[in-house]
Nanobody, 125 residues
Framework: QVQLVESGGGLVQAGGSLRLSCEAS????????MGWFRQAPGKEREFVAA????????YYADSVNGRFTISGDNAKNTVFLQMNSLTPEDTAVYYC??????????????????WGQGTLVTVSS
């Protein structure tokens, strides 16, 4: 059973940075996609970024492209989300997720099979 544990959330001022981590266990992650989604109060969970282990490919939502960077440490089965130039609009619970099929869409929430519990990111103005 795949398990995901997120960490690194917290409170930061606008313009600041945070680094989220997602440690995965219980699967063969070299063939998977690991993604980050976020959900703000009253809004749907939305795609943020994804990382395809096999090719090192990265995918970003337009709203974070150029500010966020996703990367992976294969030896630790851990994916990171470096978030820079944060704004209050980035405030949300951030979720890590795993997509096990190589044919699914990394940007599509419903194509992910396993989810973490989430970590709260709050950006103050």
């Amino acid at each position: 059973q795949v398990q995901l544990v997120e960490s690194g959330g917290g409170l930061v001022q606008a313009g600041g940075s945070l680094r989220l981590s997602c440690e995965a266990s219980g699967g063969t992650f070299s063939t998977y996609v690991m993604g980050w989604f976020r959900q703000a109060p009253g809004k749907e969970r939305e795609f943020v970024a994804a990382f395809r282990w096999s090719a090192g490919s990265t995918y970003y939502a337009d709203s974070v492209n150029g500010r966020f960077t996703i990367s992976g440490d294969n030896a630790k089965n851990t994916v990171f989300l470096q978030m820079n130039s944060l704004t209050p609009e980035d405030t949300a619970v951030y979720y890590c997720a795993v997509q096990t099929s190589p044919w699914d869409n990394p940007r599509r929430r419903d194509d992910y099979d396993y989810w973490g519990q989430g970590t709260l990111v709050t950006v103050s103005s």
